[in-house]
């Protein structure tokens, strides 16, 4: 089920923060060993935002992440980026700033799962 999301484009407000994850160990007397915690120690965490959606553009996206529960990836291709990658959005929300008017935002985790 997973997808490509729809075709409806971000607002240029979208942010994107690098995480990695590392495995430390204590050494004492102030030395640590530090490396990569496993192949794929770095992902891309993208904050994106749609803003002016009419109802049925912001239901479009909405009903998009509902289907995928937070947990069934889909592809997408970053702001100057030329490839899709694999994200899930685990977390979304809607505010409405008047004239029957939707803002939609998003937070896009990158995964690399096969499928």
Not at 10 to 38: F, H
Request: glycine share 6%; with cysteine; charged share 20%.
């Amino acid at each position: 089920m997973s997808g490509t999301l729809p075709n409806i484009t971000p607002t240029r407000a979208t942010s994107k923060s690098t995480e990695t994850r590392n495995l430390v160990a204590d050494l004492g007397d102030g030395y640590t060993q530090r490396g990569g915690d496993g192949v794929n120690t770095t992902k891309e965490v993208w904050s994106v935002q749609w803003a002016a959606l009419d109802a049925t553009t912001a239901d479009t996206l909405i009903s998009f992440f509902e289907a995928r529960q937070g947990y069934i990836n889909f592809e997408w291709t970053p702001f100057r980026q030329s490839s899709a990658k694999k994200f899930i959005c685990k977390t979304w929300s809607e505010s409405f700033p008047g004239n029957s008017l939707t803002n939609v935002s998003a937070e896009f985790i990158q995964v690399f799962d096969q499928a």
